[in-house]
């Protein structure tokens, strides 16, 4: 409906009240007080329309925090670098005291060389014993102070192979060392050096380490003496890594590198809670994935070995397998886990237990036996005469059998005393020296016994001019069968007098004649 008035007073309704109109307010002022022409009242709707549009946007945010909330941020920045400060304070602590119970370790292999020598666990590297060298050869790692009168606890292939061990202790003072005994399995080793008053490490044996708790690494890697890394425990427990037999790593992502092996991971209280063994690496360097063997392990060879005893464990006497999902399937189980056994071996516990092949070995004394590893370590832990029940899976039905465990066969060693390998003078005018060939020398060399093996040549002698090496095995000479360095002796005078002198020697698996001439 059209309102129509006067346009002073505009119309007034039937109640004489002023009805809405379209000429009042804002936009009857617009266009008919000031807008009389055409440009100017189509001006008036888009005015109109920003300031609707203007007025309901929300308001904007404030330039700037308030002063309490600026005041609140600093506070808590302080707070976040005071617990910094506190972490790294800590770590310092802890490395400072730490540091004074790790050595550093050199060993000399010597000719004849050994194939186990320079082992690292990360990229096994295992040079040829008859590469023609006649400078010893050196490798380095880590110990870690296990009591004040000289023990010293490292890798058992940090050592292996070697002639000679030296050790530097934090002060610089370098010590000849000798091997107390080793253990293989666990690849733990023993060697005491002639000091007292050491700085020994303490132990944490309770076992109470955990994933996620913060760890510091300290070694020696690439030959830098005293360095700290610090990480977590990424886990614990770790087996079928393949470094050792028995195994039960704690996993960390603290840097471990070539040189680590041997060092001590430490705990926040300043404790050892495991011994650096190896790591997971595609290319040798560390990728954040290193091994320590438990401190609660640790202390059980340690006290062994320094007592002059070997490591007793149980042993079953079976050989085991893995269980996949379609062999677990034949044998009528219904999931992979246990261990399928493979073999059981006579007049073993096993075998007296009434164990049969094809049994699944579900749990030990009620614990899963998940792995092989598992199974082994699980086993290994117990005492010789120990009895343990054993619930199989036999003809997918569920038995239990009980065994006393025996014990395991130890390939380790225990020193009675310091013995140095003797080498000795065949004859100054050959201008070599030589050794009685051994069995281990003999694997290591891949030969058969006897013989005698050269263990180094004079430079420019007239053995070295014949083109004689170290690692060659002596079979005969000029005819004679050669079985001792005595017997080598004794040939060599006899025939010294009369010039060229003939001999068989083996390299590499073959054997040929030289004819040396030695010096009058």
């Known amino acids: 409906m059209r309102v129509e008035g006067d346009e002073a ?66 506070a808590n920045v302080r707070g976040d670098l005071q617990h910094a400060r506190n972490l790294s304070r800590a770590f310092r602590e802890v490395a400072r005291t730490a540091q004074a119970s790790v050595v550093s370790i050199t060993c000399i ?48 292939h940090v050592i292996d192979g070697a002639d000679e061990v030296l050790v530097r202790l934090e002060n610089g003072r370098e010590l000849v060392a000798r091997i107390v005994g080793t253990d ?28 996620g708790d913060w760890v510091l690494a300290i070694g020696c890697p690439f030959g830098l003496r005293q360095t700290v890394t610090a990480g977590i425990v990424s886990a614990k427990g770790r087996d079928g890594v393949g470094l050792s037999t028995l195994e039960e790593y704690i996993q960390t992502d603290a840097a471990i590198n070539p040189g680590n092996s041997g060092g001590p991971l430490v705990n926040l209280d300043g404790k050892v ?11 040798g360097g560390n990728m954040g994935v290193g091994f320590a063997i438990p401190a609660h392990v640790v202390q059980r060879v340690a006290s062994a070995l320094a007592a002059g005893t070997q490591v007793r464990r149980g042993w079953l006497g079976v050989s085991m397998q893995e269980l996949d999902r379609d062999l ?18 006579p007049d073993t516990p ?23 590893s598992t199974m082994m370590r699980m086993i290994a832990t117990r005492e010789p005469q120990d009895r343990v029940t054993l619930a199989l ?86 005819g004679s069968a050669v079985r001792s360095v005595k017997e080598l002796r004794s040939m060599l005078e006899r025939a010294g007098s009369r010039g060229m002198v003939r001999i068989l020697i083996e390299r590499e698996g073959s054997t040929r004649f030289t004819m040396v001439k030695p010096m009058p």
């Open 184 to 211: 293989p399995e666990t690849d733990l080793a023993v060697v005491r050096v002639d000091e007292a008053g050491l700085n020994a490490a303490p132990f944490d044996a309770s076992d109470s380490i955990d994933t």
């Open 328 to 345: 677990a399937a034949s044998f009528g189980h219904g999931s992979n886990s246990g261990v399928l056994v493979a073999a059981v071996m």
């Open 393 to 478: 899976l036999r003809a997918g039905e569920r038995v239990e059998v009980q065994a006393v465990l025996g014990e395991r066969p130890n390939q380790g060693r225990v020193e009675a005393a310091d013995e140095p390998t003797p080498i000795s003078t065949a004859t100054d005018n050959m201008g070599i020296e030589v050794l009685d060939l051994d069995a281990e020398t003999a694997a290591a060399l891949q030969v058969r016994q006897p013989g005698v093996v050269i263990a180094s040549t004079l430079d420019g002698g007239p053995a070295a001019q014949a083109g004689l090496q170290p690692g060659d095995v002596i079979r005969e000479v000029n």
């Open 109 to 156: 292999d010597r000719p004849p060389f050994s194939a186990n020598f320079g082992r690292s666990t990360g990229q096994p590297r295992m040079p040829s014993p008859l590469v023609p060298q006649r400078a010893p050869r050196s490798g380095q790692g880590t110990g870690v102070i296990y009591s004040a009168d000289g023990l010293i606890v490292t890798n058992h």
């Open 273 to 283: 809670v495991g011994i650096n063994s190896g790591i997971a690496s595609r290319d």
């Open 9 to 74: 007073t505009g119309a007034r309704g039937m109640d004489n009240s002023m009805p809405w109109q379209a000429t009042s307010g804002l936009m009857g002022w617009l266009i008919h007080r000031r807008l009389r022409t055409p440009w100017k009242r189509s001006l008036a709707p888009a005015l109109l329309l920003t300031c609707f549009f203007t007025s309901a946007q929300p308001p904007r945010a404030a330039a700037a925090e308030s002063p309490d909330t600026d005041t609140t941020n600093a």
């Open 350 to 372: 096993a075998a007296r237990a009434g164990i049969e092949s094809g049994d699944i070995i579900l749990a030990v004394d009620g614990a899963t036996a998940a792995t092989p």
